[in-house]
């Protein structure tokens, strides 16, 4: 099975962009719209989530000023691939946590 490539990025209040991924690897094979389906219903209003929170790589611009730019990520999208996973994190650690947590929105 391949691997998920978790593509988001972060959006200042001004709209400017950085976009980022992770490879989660994906040894147990789990589907993609099983994962989606876990991961919308953990976002804030269907579409946010705190990257830190979910482990991942937080995408601030050089300068941010946390005064009026939110500390918020932006989920863009799953897909396959077949790029290696990175290694701190694999689908089932991400999926295991999500469960865990009570926050839904």
């Not at 089932?92 to 926050?103: G, S, Y």
Request: aromatic share 20%.
């Amino acid at each position: 099975m391949p691997n998920i490539k978790f593509n988001y990025l972060y959006r200042d209040a001004a709209n400017y962009k950085k976009y980022g991924f992770v490879i989660l690897s994906n040894h147990d094979g789990f589907e993609l719209l099983e994962i989606e389906k876990l991961i919308r219903s953990k976002l804030i209003w269907g579409e946010w989530f705190y990257a830190d929170e979910w482990g991942l790589p937080e995408l601030f611009l050089e300068t941010v000023d946390f005064r009026i730019d939110p500390t918020w990520h932006e989920f863009e999208c799953f897909e396959y691939t077949n790029v290696a996973g990175d290694e701190f994190m694999t689908i089932k650690t991400l999926k295991t946590l999500l469960e865990k947590t009570n926050r839904q929105y």
